[in-house]
């Protein structure tokens, strides 16, 4: 069993023994985050000898999605399952769900206007998102004003993934790990209308303020003083609308939504 320094050139007298001798191979795993970011400092592609464990792929992140793991293939493009490194090169690649964003609008007394409608709509990122407008709600005696990400009336909705959507959504309890949510707010613009006096040709006392005037939706109704004319004894104020000029048969206590003559 001595060994023989230097590999025989001729046959020497006596029996030899030639025993094959290997260096190990390494292969390469590269990784591919198809269109997401690779954790900063990420060795790719990554060394591996052969037959030992696959390493531990780096984190990666992409925009409006949730990964789903790595899909390790061959340059076939064969699926490859094993635990350690096969005597070839590997492709890992990011495997991503679209997320879902779901916004919650808090409409704060008004009504959509569309059949059916509810106070959510859903969206996949990137299809652009639509911020609902005043085409679909409407309040009595009130104006749309804009859709909000505050109570507090802030920051104006545009639906914007980057700056908005992304930042701020957060993932719907008990749902898929890709579908996520937010609520915005409704801000509506009270409506001032109009009280029309007619005095039918008498007047108020001197020192009586006419309640003429525009006055918001829903306030207390003005109260109305007596008029005096000649001749005449004053009974009661009758109101309509100032459009149309329909009675209301009861005197408004409150301003209503629309203009009212006296």
């Known amino acids: 069993g001595d060994a023989i320094a230097t590999a025989p050139t001729t046959m020497p007298a006596y029996d030899v023994t030639a025993t094959a001798n290997y260096t190990i191979n390494t292969y390469s795993i590269t990784y591919d985050a198809d269109g997401g970011t690779l954790a900063d400092g990420a060795e790719n592609p990554v060394s591996v000898v052969y037959d030992t464990a696959i390493p531990t792929a780096p984190s990666v992140t992409k925009t ?29 690649t990011a495997q ?12 704060d007394g008004g009504t959509w206007t569309a059949s059916g409608a509810t106070d959510s709509d859903t969206f996949t990122y990137p299809d652009a998102i639509t911020v609902r407008g005043s085409d679909s709600i409407t309040k009595e005696g ?11 009336f802030t920051t104006e909705f545009t639906g ?10 957060t993932q719907v309890s008990g749902g898929a790990d890709n579908e996520y949510e937010m609520t915005v707010y409704v801000k509506w613009n009270v409506n001032p209308y109009t009280l ?3 005095l039918d040709e008498g007047a108020f006392e001197d020192g009586v303020e006419s309640p003429a005037g525009d006055y918001n939706y829903g306030v207390a109704f003005p109260t109305m003083p007596s008029p005096v004319k000649t001749g005449y004894t004053f009974t009661e104020w009758t109101y309509t609308k100032t459009e149309g000029g329909d009675a209301i048969a009861t005197a408004p206590t409150t301003m209503p939504a629309y203009d009212v003559t006296a």
């Open 96 to 107: 991503w769900t679209a997320n879902t964003y779901t916004i919650n609008y808090v409409p």
């Open 160 to 169: 914007d993934y980057d700056t908005q959507v992304i930042p701020n959504a």
């Open 64 to 92: 409006g999605n949730t990964f789903g793991g790595w899909t390790y293939t061959d340059a076939e493009n064969t699926v490859y399952t094993g635990t350690t490194m096969p005597a070839y090169d590997l492709t890992a």
């Open 196 to 198: 029309t006096v007619n």
């Open 142 to 152: 009130y104006s749309f004003g804009k859709v909000y990400l505050e109570d507090t």
